[in-house]
């Protein structure tokens, strides 16, 4: 058999046999090839990401638009975009049952028992949408017992690539005391500069402790000017 032909077969086998497994580890490709299937289904679905730039371009068209892409055809195309749409549901459906945060006390509740109790300072980062529904809460660092320091490009990073709305912060403070110090006022000044200037206004910086909750937007801490 001719050497191209075996490899061919041999990377149709594969796609095959992951469209059987696909899970967090399958690459785009391998997703899109399970999509397509037939012959060659890797090398199309290289060429049909490669054009469209990458699954959010791909999803971004319609059937008779992905129809028109080199070796995708009218079948492939509406699987394509019915499954682009199902990812979206999912998305609408995931979101709406996120938690709603309308205040400081919302936020501690949230964040409280991930971080009370930790020996060490954790700074958190939590994304919302526009109608204050959590779409990002990761912890961006943890630092030592009594300080925690965080970049705003680490920070930020996560928010534009996540595509939130605003942001609020939280951290704990393990002595037990909720009192901001004069460092966590200079980070929350540093943050809601930042995030003016990427139009992603900071709302809130909360910490908690085993004494209590303090919300600095609350005691009127957040305005920089």
């Given at each position: 058999m001719d050497p191209t032909n075996q490899a061919s077969?041999?990377?149709e086998d594969r796609a095959r046999s992951d469209s059987r497994s696909l899970g967090d580890a399958s690459t785009d490709h391998e997703l899109v090839a399970a999509v397509l299937r037939g012959a060659n289904a890797m090398a199309r679905a290289r060429v049909v990401l490669g054009v469209t730039g990458g699954l959010p371009g791909l999803a971004r068209?319609?059937?008779s638009e992905l129809a028109a892409l080199d070796g995708v055809g009218a079948s492939s195309a509406r699987a394509l975009a019915a499954s682009a749409e199902m990812c979206r549901?999912?998305?609408r459906i995931e979101v709406e049952d996120?938690?709603?945060i309308q205040s400081p006390s919302?936020?501690?509740r949230l964040v409280r028992g991930r971080l009370v109790g930790a020996v060490k300072e954790h700074f958190m980062a939590i994304g919302l949408n526009a109608r204050h529904r959590v779409v990002m809460f990761e912890v961006v660092a943890v630092g030592s017992l009594a300080h925690v320091d965080v970049h705003p490009r680490e920070l930020f990073r996560l928010a534009v690539a996540t595509g939130v709305h605003s942001m609020v912060l939280a951290h704990?403070?393990?002595s037990g005391s909720p009192q901001?110090?004069?460092?966590d006022l200079v980070l929350t000044r540093r943050m809601v500069e930042a995030g003016a200037l990427l139009g992603i206004p900071v709302l809130d910086h909360v910490i908690v402790a085993s004494g209590g909750d303090t919300?600095?937007?609350?005691?009127g801490l957040m305005d920089c000017s």
């Open positions: 077969r041999a990377s068209l319609t059937a549901r999912l998305v996120r938690p709603q919302e936020v501690a704990n403070h393990p901001p110090s004069e460092s919300s600095l937007a609350a005691l």
